[in-house]
């Protein structure tokens, strides 16, 4: 079993930017997206050519904004959880699908100015005590963009961000929490000393001098970390800010 995980940074604007050959040629069973900034109603409306996948979506109450969503390829039998009360912005987005939970998630940013950063904590907090309590039924397997860098392994200049939205001591260390709370890093419990990145700023050209950050995840719970093949980044893959993530599930 073959997923992905990629924050297009726009539904609208990585469709024309080839997201649909992407999306053939990548094979994957499930892709989840994030910060796809639709609504349903203008969704209903673009009639994006998803050929050969089922379609989940979660917006956020705010038009253009954030928001979630999962492509699981046609003849693979899912079903969506309830949305959450607590997430009007459209950040979690979760499926059942059989022997797994595939939890998609949109993590808060920060902020450059860190304003939104004690609410950050509060939100993954919350988050937290939710996919402890969905851990009990059955294991979990948690992706999406984190909008952290747990390491120092994971940013191209860690000493300058020390202070830096993605790269504070309070969100490492709530990171650190999840992490011991039952689940694995995929890609650093397979490629312990690997440099890959999955994020760069459209700022000076960071990409081509992959001046970046890891901070697109699959976490899995303890229990099935033995059954990952592959946990891999697709930096090659353009069109967004955000490059895709991946893992490869033993089945």
Same mark, same amino acid.
């Given at each position: 079993m073959k997923i992905l995980s990629f924050n297009v940074n726009g539904i609208r604007a990585i469709v024309k930017k080839g997201f649909v050959d992407f999306l053939k040629k990548s094979q994957s069973d499930f892709?989840?997206?994030?910060? %796809? &900034? %639709? *609504?349903? *109603?203008?969704?209903? &409306?673009e009639q994006f050519d998803f050929t050969g996948y089922q379609e989940f979506w979660n917006p956020a109450d705010r038009p253009g904004y954030s928001g979630t969503a999962i492509l699981v390829r046609d003849g693979l039998v899912t079903k969506a959880m309830p949305k959450l009360s607590w997430d009007d912005e459209g950040r979690i987005l979760v499926l059942d699908i059989g022997k797994y939970y595939l939890v998609n998630i949109y993590f808060p940013n920060a902020q450059d100015d860190l304003r939104r950063l004690p609410w950050k904590i509060k939100w993954n907090d919350k988050l937290l005590i939710y996919l402890k309590k969905l851990a009990t039924k059955k294991p979990l397997i948690v992706c999406g963009d984190f909008n952290v860098a747990h390491q120092e392994i994971d940013l191209a200049r860690p000493k300058e961000?020390?202070? *830096?939205?993605g790269f504070t001591s309070q969100e490492r260390a709530w990171m650190d929490k999840f992490l011991v709370s039952g689940f694995k890093d995929t890609f650093r419990e397979l490629h312990s000393h690997k440099i890959q990145y999955s994020w760069w700023s459209y700022r000076a050209g960071a990409r081509v001098r992959n001046v970046g950050w890891r901070i697109d995840y699959f976490c899995v719970s303890n229990k099935i970390l033995k059954k990952i093949k592959k946990a891999f980044i697709l930096d090659n893959v353009m069109g967004s800010d955000h490059c895709p993530v991946g893992i490869e599930i033993d089945e």
């Amino acid at each position: 079993m073959k997923i992905l995980s990629f924050n297009v940074n726009g539904i609208r604007a990585i469709v024309k930017k080839g997201f649909v050959d992407f999306l053939k040629k990548s094979q994957s069973d499930f892709l989840c997206l994030q910060e %796809i &900034k %639709i *609504s349903h *109603s203008a969704r209903d &409306k673009e009639q994006f050519d998803f050929t050969g996948y089922q379609e989940f979506w979660n917006p956020a109450d705010r038009p253009g904004y954030s928001g979630t969503a999962i492509l699981v390829r046609d003849g693979l039998v899912t079903k969506a959880m309830p949305k959450l009360s607590w997430d009007d912005e459209g950040r979690i987005l979760v499926l059942d699908i059989g022997k797994y939970y595939l939890v998609n998630i949109y993590f808060p940013n920060a902020q450059d100015d860190l304003r939104r950063l004690p609410w950050k904590i509060k939100w993954n907090d919350k988050l937290l005590i939710y996919l402890k309590k969905l851990a009990t039924k059955k294991p979990l397997i948690v992706c999406g963009d984190f909008n952290v860098a747990h390491q120092e392994i994971d940013l191209a200049r860690p000493k300058e961000n020390v202070y *830096s939205a993605g790269f504070t001591s309070q969100e490492r260390a709530w990171m650190d929490k999840f992490l011991v709370s039952g689940f694995k890093d995929t890609f650093r419990e397979l490629h312990s000393h690997k440099i890959q990145y999955s994020w760069w700023s459209y700022r000076a050209g960071a990409r081509v001098r992959n001046v970046g950050w890891r901070i697109d995840y699959f976490c899995v719970s303890n229990k099935i970390l033995k059954k990952i093949k592959k946990a891999f980044i697709l930096d090659n893959v353009m069109g967004s800010d955000h490059c895709p993530v991946g893992i490869e599930i033993d089945e």
